[in-house]
């Protein structure tokens, strides 16, 4: 997988065809994942302004602080102008002479700091200001061969983590030291950064996001872990298992784990182009409802991952719109008893000509410790 398959320079004129086919006269796009999708330019985000100035028509330009130069020169597809500012000087002139004449509206990158926002409005105030979004989310929903390779091997890498578990996760360690050893085991697997440890023991397992505690893990406890990271493509990685932290499970979670894993499964089952996203969000849900623990599924079934760890498309109900071959999201159901303990089992997977491809292929069973 070469770099040039994974940021190809064709990526910038499919977005200015976009821009205009969406009404805008340029893209004005700060660091992130869209800066990153069309460049490859995996820039710092401060303080001081880096913009792409992208316009539907004409060159498109880079303005970086000065001493960010050498690194945006090095990136892998920023054969683009370059123009930079030094550290006092007003860089917002630097977009508006890029854009080479009046423009009617802009797109911003949806994550644009405020700071920026305003900058750009004062500096072009004529301009409409809309979420490049709108342009971009078409371009980045359906993954290319290369970022599904990149996406398997970041999945394959948190697997290998999860093949690990048994070495840290056991009664007696707080969550917080499980989660330092499952940290240095992402980065030792090949992410270049860790972007969450979950460690979730017991009645912490009820919430999705708990994140960790210096709680110690009790003997005979579910223990939901979710972990993901960033590789050096860019491209991210997500899975969630529930362990038994030795002992005896309580009943009713080895009755509703059953439950949730069969629902993961259907749902995995469900994905093939022309299937929506509600639909494969009630392939999970109806399992859970029908057990009767359908008000403890509280999130929605999945979401889109790739240059960022959620993106498009959401799997959530009311979302009528059908999955294509190429989009690659979460499958994620879970079950959580407030007070009590919880449950989840996540894979990514990507929606084929013909069906689905897991990238995680760790078992879901539950795994005792």
Known sequence: MGIDELYPPDRLIAAQRATAAAGLDALLLTPGSDLRYLTGYDAHAGERLTCLVLPADGEPTLVVPRLERPAAEAAPNTGVRIVDHVDGTDPYPLVVAALDGPVAAVGLADRMWAEQVLGLRAALPDAAQRLAGEVLRELRIRKSPAEIAALAEAGAAIDEVHLRMGEWLRPGRTEVEVATDIAAAIRAAGHVTVDFVIVAAGPNGASPHHGTSNRPIGVGEPVVV?????????????????????GSAPADFLDYYAVLRDAQRAAVEA???????????????????????GPAFLHRT?????LDGHEEPYLVAGNDRPLDAGMAFSIEPGIYLAGRHGARIEDIVVCTTDGVQRLNTTPTELIAL
């Open 226 to 246: 979710d972990i993901g990271g960033t590789m050096a493509s860019g491209y991210r990685s997500d899975c969630t298992r529930t362990y038994l932290a030795g």
């Open 302 to 306: 999945g979401h889109g991952i790739g």
């Open 271 to 293: 994905v093939r182009p022309g299937i929506t996203a509600a639909a494969a969000d009630a392939e999970a849900r109806a399992p859970i409802v029908a057990a009767g623990y």
